[in-house]
Structure formats: C-alpha cells, structure tokens
C-alpha cells in the first residue's frame, strides 16, 4: 500500500505510533480504583462443626459473603488448563447456601463425565471450609454445566 | 475475559493492559486535556469492571470498552466551553522532510497541529475520524461504539476527512 505523503497522512500514522505519556501510572490508579470497588454481595450463613449456625450462647452468628465463596471457587476451578468456569452461582435461601450452579468450559477432548465427578468434592471442600457443613448442602447440591468447549486451555481465552 | 468477568482483578489488569493505552488515547484525542482524559479513561475502566458480568459479547470487547470512553468523554464535554483553534500556530510549524534526523520532534508538533485541528472538528466528525483513521475500526464496530447508524458514520467521517485535510494542507 502506498504511504500517503500529505500531511494528514503524516499526522495519521503518527498518531497511530503514539504512545500516551503517563500510561504506566494511569494503569495503576485505575487499578487501585477497581480494588476499591464493592461489589454487593450476599450474606452465608457459617455452621459449627457440630452443625449449629450459633457460635455461642447469646446466639450469636457468622456471615460470609457470596463474593469470597465465589472468587475461592474461582481460584479452585482456574487451576488446570483441562476447564475453566465460565459462570458461578450461588443459591442462597434467608442467608443459606442451598445450592451451586457451575458453568464450566472444557478443553476439547477431556472426558466430562469424570472431570465433573473430580470437581464436585473439591468444590464441596472449598465451601465447608468456608462456611462450614452447612446441613443439606452436600455433593448432589452442586450443578455443573459445560457450556463451551476449547481447543486450547480454556484459561487463556 | 472470562476470568475477569468472573471477578479476576489480574484477569481485568490484562484487559487494563491491552486496550488501556488506545482508550486513553483516544480519550485525549476527543477531550485535548490528560487530567479530563486520565479521568475518563479511570471512570471508563471502573464502569467496565462493575458491569462486565453483563457484557453481552454482542460487540467485541475493544468495542465495548470504547464505548464507554466515549460516552464519558461526551459527558465532560456537555460541561465545557469549546476551545478556538490557534490558527497561527500552523503557520509557525516547520513542515517535516523524508529523512530528517528530527522527525520525531516534527511529529509530535505534527500531532499538536492536529490535535488543534481535531478540537474545531464537531464532536461527531472528531469521534468518528479518530475511531476511523487512528484505531482503524471498521465502519459497523463505530456505529455500535458511537451508538449510531453506519450512514451517520459515513457522513460524519467524510466531513472531518474534508475538513482536516483542508486544514493540514497548511503544512505543505
């Protein structure tokens, strides 16, 4: 393609190579900006390990936000480059958790059936870990979707 | 983009990283200011990190994101006075020469002159050519960006080609 000599041309591939001074610090106020920002979340309920909400005798209970459960079943479910999830949600019903939906993307060629069956008590770990045994939340609570194969590690797509 | 969506803040500063630097850009292009441009684009980012688990994918990320620097950008500038071009400045500017050891310092006050040209352009004609000729997008991915019909981006692009040409030819 032939380079436009003209001015405007000159200017346009100029500004094309621009690179904006005071990018780098931009890129990190933006970040701090986005760290800051609270995204409303849920309250779940915590059990102790004899299956009471109480932790003492005033009654009093404990809470953990949707947004923890969720990024730690993130974190679980990004480890390998066989999935990655594409959608998490939790069913929580007057501050419990009752369910857990799992919307997953599969690299093309594992075997599904036996992935899901791997990820269920890992995913179950992670939350009674969090929360507790939460009485009624066990392994056929949680949901699990393929909604997406990839040829590649579906992490880095 | 998945990860991101799902809450990733390392996934999100990939995506702060991959199109930060053309949204900025064009921020400053369209608002001529980098205090107002490093304000819109920060606003743009933090829009995008709230809402990207209703990013549709009905346009491409890239897209969308301009999308939101934009809007941003029009907002500012609903609050401003417009700027009179320095039309003397042109006059002044050394035109550039093939080879010329100092073509970087000539294309950065080549840049300046067209930044002033771009600040007498309409906001329209301005938002179109920019998205046009510098991030070379296609006319359907401005019209989704700009939120208006492709023959309004045919026209509004035809204009400011017409008229930064006019005024750029000062430099011959």
Redesign the interface.
Known sequence: MAVDPSPLGRAIRAARAEQPPGWVDLAESIMARVRRVVVPSEPILTFTEQGTSARDEEGSETYVSARVVSAALRRLLQQHPTHAPDNIELHVDEGRLTGIDIRLVARYGVELHPLADTLRPQILDIVRDLLGPAPGLDLSAIEIEYVDVSRGDPNRT | ???AR????EA??EI??RH??AM??YA??MVGD?SD??EV??EA??SA??SLSGFAGRSSLRTWLIRLVHRRAADLQRNRRATPIDDGLMSRLT??APDNPLQSVL?AE??E??QLALNELPWHQRATWLLR??E?MSYEEISIALAMPIGAVRGHLYRGRRT??ER?????
């Open positions: 983009m998945r990860a799902l809450g990733d803040q999100f500063r702060v990283d930060g630097p900025y850009r400053l292009h980098a441009a490093s684009t920060q980012f933090v990190w709230r035109p550039a294309d080549l840049l002159a067209l000729e510098v070379e930064l040409a750029m030819a000062r430099w011959r």
